[in-house]
């Protein structure tokens, strides 16, 4: 896993999540910190490689006009800055 900078995820999930993001920001991270937590401990998914998971899913199948201002708001703090 160590080579992989984002794991891929359905557009759904991407579309999910960025209505997740926009419209319920604090149900968001109080779900979406816990999960990338557990993805390290569980499966050895490094935080980086599920917060650029996360950014690319939004980034790719989201409407949000300023994604990283929005994941600030739902991102552990090792996730935040470009």
Not at 11 to 23: A, I, S
Not at 48 to 56: F, G, H, M, P, R
């Amino acid at each position: 896993m160590g080579e992989w900078e984002f794991i891929g995820v359905t557009r759904q999930l991407g579309v999910m999540l960025d209505w997740f993001v926009r419209h319920r920001p604090d149900a968001a991270g109080h779900t979406i910190s816990p999960i990338i937590g557990e993805a390290e401990r569980q499966l050895d998914v490094p935080q980086a490689v599920s917060i650029n998971s996360v950014k690319t899913a939004l980034a790719l199948d989201g409407a949000l006009s300023e994604p990283e201002a929005y994941l600030e708001l739902v991102l552990p703090p090792e996730g935040r800055g470009g």
